[in-house]
């Protein structure tokens, strides 16, 4: 067994570390307030290679494993929950379905330019009466003559919405399976089509950098060539496209998680009360080693779960397992966090503050926490 | 224009606290985050533009253990054409002058116009530079922060002086820099750059490659020694301020205006 990293692995963290604490970090909060998501960013993020990580370089990706995205990932989500929303939701939703599923036509139409983060991409799932029984999708699309027309919504979707937003993946209700089951497939839809409409939602209480949206389709007409794969495999697709996304949501926990930690022992080193620092009280010092223990564990689980994809394992339950993990190890540590800062960790001034709030969406989205228990619990034969 | 870089793996001060161990005798290593020495990434940085503007190629070399490799691919993933590993257990505890003979060494197998270093390194000594040059018997400036190629004979460099006052100097080619900080805005490393660079061999020199031996490298031949690590003990009128960042900036605030400092 070997537990080093690379020493790619290594410059890339590194570099990606420095910067995010030079470029994001500063304006992090900044955006969280305003509920604004960043062009500049998201071109300095492209520039550094953060779109189209794991996607060949024939596609203008940068061709690294999946170990890279998730390390890439983690130290985005290090220093703010939104920026690396955009960059997790590009990656694993936006460019990886239409990379994986796409034929020779569409992959070289969309992905030079998703990789190069001129454009971004989102993937349309959810409904607002399709959330965790996502097979439950009621937008439908007919195929008339040449075209597919699509009637129907979507709610929550990431990225799809902004002023580069050039389309989306949709999972549609194409038919009806022989077995009376609903046949679900995948149809890319480009900004701009006549029927088509994103429109930005507001007010969230986290994630408030990263653009979320609700997608309208009103006899949406688009060429028969735009489904993605075969008809009736949506829904297969869409479940592969979770697997991997859940390492990145695990990888925004545990980026979260180091992040609420190393915050909160510089605190603890520099509040003074009763004398001396309050890290010396035991009762916080605990918190602490807590905390780096379960973010010990917890990147042991994610970058495990990476190692079996890496490698051609089989990775679902590692990867329901590390999504469910780090979010938690988020949680306590986002929990302790602000804790230990006292009553500057409940104020917009401190980032504990921001973090504490981003947590919560880890634990919601790409399948919410009771999900991930399903999931694992049918893995070990349970239910 | 050939350009050779020296560049050193540190221990990232961004990233840690540094302590001072117990017997004295070294800083803490243990859990130490390292990096390239922040100097040199500069060099570096000047040394792309460079062979950018006027062509050639950008060679950096390291005197190091095993993980300096990472250093050296961090530099080439950032844009430096080759990377050079001068690695071997003669040469630990080799002191400024034994480093530079290491260096010299090495940089006399090959031909290179120009010869950058960091201006300092983590140990904050700043020798090797000028003890590089002057084995070289080459022309050497000291804290550089600006570089204009005339020539393929010729240079012009700018030095902070006293005061911030800045001076220009014309430099013959072939010589030595010591680069400053600031110089240059160096570059995030691309990730597709560390992929490029990921395959490419970096070769390891020894010391018998570079005709070295234990009178001239190493500990046997250092003639400066470290020999202990403390933090001074406060002396008269020293006051520590203590509190959070905002405080200290607040009571120091105070005091300068007290004594006069700002008004
Ligand atoms: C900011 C943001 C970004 C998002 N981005 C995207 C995106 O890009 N694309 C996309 O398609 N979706 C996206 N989503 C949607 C997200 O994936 C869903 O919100 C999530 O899957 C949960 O669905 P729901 O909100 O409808 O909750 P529901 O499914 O209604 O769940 C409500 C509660 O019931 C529980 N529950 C449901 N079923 C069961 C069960 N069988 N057993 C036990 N408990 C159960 C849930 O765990 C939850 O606690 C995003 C959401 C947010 C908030």
Known sequence: MDFALSVDHEILRDSVRKFAEKEIQPVARELDKKEEFSYETMQKMAELGLFGVFVSEKYGGQEMDYLSYIIATEEIARVDGSHAATVAAENSLGIGPIYYFGNEAQKQKYLPRLCSGEALWGFGLTEANAGSDAANSKTSAVLDGDEWVINGSK?????????????????????????????????????????????????????????????????????????????????????????????????????????????????????????????????????????????????????????????????????????????????????HAVQLHGGYGLMQEFDVERFYRDQKLLEIGEGTSEVQRIVIARYIGAL | MEILVCVKRVPDTAENEIVVNSKGSDIERGDLVYSVNEWDNYAVEEAIQIRDNVGGTVTVVTVGDDESEEVLRREMAMGADKGILLSDDLFNGSDGKGIATILKAEIQKGKYDLIMTGALADDGAGQVGGMLAAMLDLPYASLVNKIKIVSDKMIRVGREIEGGNQEINEIDLPCVLSIQTGINEPRYVGIRGIRKVASVEIPVHKAGDLGLDGTVVGASAAKVKKVDYFVPSMGEGAEMLEGSTDEIVDKLIELLKAKGGIK
């Open chain 1, 155 to 335: 709610i929550f979707i990431t990225n799809a919405s902004t002023k580069i937003s050039a389309g989306v993946t949709v999972l549609c209700k194409t038919g009806t399976r022989s077995d009376g089951k609903p046949e679900l497939s995948c149809i890319l839809v480009e900004t701009g089509t006549p029927g088509y409409e994103a429109r930005v939602m507001h007010d969230k209480m986290m994630w408030r950098g990263s653009n979320t949206s609700s997608l309208f389709f009103e006899d949406c007409r688009v060429p028969k060539e735009n489904l993605l794969g075969e008809r009736g495999h949506g829904f297969h697709q869409m479940m592969k496209t979770l697997d991997g996304g859940r390492l990145s949501i695990g990888a925004m926990g545990l980026g979260g998680a180091q992040g609420c930690f190393e915050m909160a022992l510089r605190y603890s080193k520099e509040r003074e009360q009763f004398g001396k620092p309050i890290g010396k009280f035991q009762v916080n010092a605990f918190k602490l080693a807590d905390m780096a223990l379960e973010i010990e564990c917890a990147r042991l689980l994610l970058y495990k779960a990476c190692w079996l994809r890496d490698n051609d394992m089989p990775f679902s339950k590692e990867a329901a397992m590390a999504k469910l993990h780090c979010s938690e190890v988020m949680r306590n540590c986002a929990n």
